[in-house]
């Protein structure tokens, strides 16, 4: 929800356009798709954080709500008139996009990071101990992922395009449960990843781990949003 709010005399306002600063941040990104950027830029969980209010998440993580407010708004200025907000999507189009954008790309992705991050923990290592954890960590990702995606293109999916749609009310709540458990691990990555974040005498290889590490984060934050707050709602009350 967009809405002009003003504080104390003469009508000043925090910007422009601005935000409910109560409003959950995976409802700003359903109405406002382009906000997803400025979350995913400053560590913002819209997807399986999505509940918190815009200022509970920006006190809890040190945010300048004033500074967040103005981004989103720019983001919004910005916005290209040929959006279309996923939310005003019928479903087969959405779950058809969603596997042509997402898990193709993880299905790609997936395997090439596991196979990088093993190597770049053999060869460094010794020096940087922390990659030995990114590399199970992710190994770990790769093997839920994985197995989340054959469920959903071979069980879920199906049942929810069927007419009438399927009952699968236990396997979107385990979609959920599944989605939790990635945004966990991708938490736990980041962290040993230095925010991935290489140090200067990195080499290709590891630098490269890194990019593939924040744009894997980047596309999981909006695959899971679209699914726990776009489709999950049509099937679940």
């Known amino acids: 929800m967009v809405q002009p ?45 999505g509940k918190r209010p815009l200022a509970e998440v920006c006190g809890d993580q040190n945010l300048s709500l004033t500074a967040i407010l103005d981004e989103l708004d720019l983001a919004v ?40 991050a093993a190597k770049v923990a053999r060869v460094h ?20 992922f994985m197995a989340h995606l054959k469920e959903e293109e071979e069980m879920l999916f199906p049942a929810l395009l069927a007419e009438p749609p399927g009952d699968a009310t236990v396997q979107l709540a385990a979609m959920r449960n599944e989605h939790d458990q990635v945004g966990a691990l991708l938490e736990k990555v980041r962290r040993a990843a230095a925010d991935f974040i290489p140090p200067e005498w990195a080499c290709n290889s590891y630098r490269t781990l890194m990019t593939e590490l924040a744009e894997l984060e980047a596309d999981t934050l909006r695959h899971v949003h679209i699914e726990n707050h776009v489709l999950l709602p049509r099937f679940m009350a």
């Open 5 to 49: 709010l003003c504080h104390g005399t003469g009508g000043a306002c925090l910007g422009g356009m601005l935000f409910d600063p109560q409003t959950p941040v995976a409802t700003i990104v359903l109405d406002h798709s382009e906000c997803a950027a400025v979350f995913a830029r400053h560590h913002i969980d819209y997807c399986c954080k």
């Open 77 to 116: 200025r910005r916005r290209s008139p040929l959006t279309v907000e996923p939310k005003d999507v019928a479903t087969r189009e959405l779950i058809t996009s969603v596997i042509a954008r997402h898990h193709r790309y993880l299905h790609r992705a997936l395997p090439f990071m596991d196979e990088l």
């Open 125 to 144: 290592g010794s020096r940087e101990p922390s990659l030995i954890e990114v590399s199970r960590l992710v190994s770990e990702i790769v093997v839920t």
